[in-house]
């Protein structure tokens, strides 16, 4: 079946640093990829998707290119602030049939002044 | 404001009591789910629903019970048979069950002590 593997954190930066979280999945189709975010406390919020090759999906600064040719996902950042402090999830699932995402331990991004 | 709503956002119990957490929903999506959350673990399902009176079992059913008898609500019983309940319970949506985008509550802190 489908499945994402997403990068291990803790990731730690520096305000203003360049930010890569990797995502990387394997489908037997071209399922719609997904970028959550968990502030402290909080419940997740869908920070951006792509539903086909070559989409890019953008949100608050941040990006992914569902690359067809790489099979990935990465969330990038230019720069960074100590707001995006936060967990970053890459989920898998089925696009139909209950549509039971499955959402692994995330990426715990810390950025530091 | 349309969204997910859950209550109580903590919640402390004694060991051996039910307790039940609400979710309601006016987004008029069909699809909901209950999530469980633990420290450094990811989330992990319990039960979802696609339909008004129809739900199943998810990954971790065993010591909770849900109902589902209007579309706009969707609460998760934690029985005493549950053996670890103390956790993070998050609730979410979906406009049909078959996209996955999924929409999130802000969660409910459950304690027992």
């Known amino acids: 079946g489908d499945s994402v593997t997403q990068m291990e954190g803790p990731v730690t930066l520096s305000e203003e640093a360049f930010l890569t979280i990797n995502c990387t999945y394997t489908?037997?189709?071209?399922?719609?990829l997904f970028w959550y975010v968990q502030y402290p406390g909080e419940g997740l919020q869908l920070l951006l998707k792509a539903t086909k090759a070559d989409d890019k999906g953008s949100n608050k600064g941040f990006e992914a290119t569902y690359r067809k040719e790489t099979t990935s996902f990465h969330l990038e950042k230019g720069s960074v602030q100590v707001s995006d402090s936060a967990v970053y999830f890459c989920p898998s699932g089925l696009t139909g049939g209950g549509n039971k995402l499955t959402f692994g331990t995330g990426t715990q991004l810390k950025v530091e002044l | 404001d349309g969204g997910i709503t859950q209550s109580p956002k903590y919640l402390f119990r004694k060991e051996g009591q039910n307790v039940t957490l609400s979710c309601e929903q006016n987004?008029?999506?069909?699809?909901m789910y209950w999530y469980r959350q633990d420290p450094g673990q990811g989330l992990r399902l319990i039960y979802y629903s696609q339909i008004v009176n129809d739900f199943q079992k998810g990954d971790i059913a065993e010591g909770y019970s849900v109902s589902r008898e209007k579309k706009e609500s969707f609460p998760l019983t934690v029985t005493s048979a549950q053996k670890n309940p103390t956790a993070f319970y998050l609730c979410?949506?979906?406009?049909?069950?078959?996209?996955?985008?999924?929409?999130f509550g802000e969660g409910s802190r459950l304690t027992v002590l």
């Open positions: 987004l008029n999506h069909d699809a």
């Open positions: 979410a949506s979906n406009p049909s069950g078959y996209t996955g985008e999924l929409f």
């Open positions: 489908a037997t189709g071209y399922p719609s």
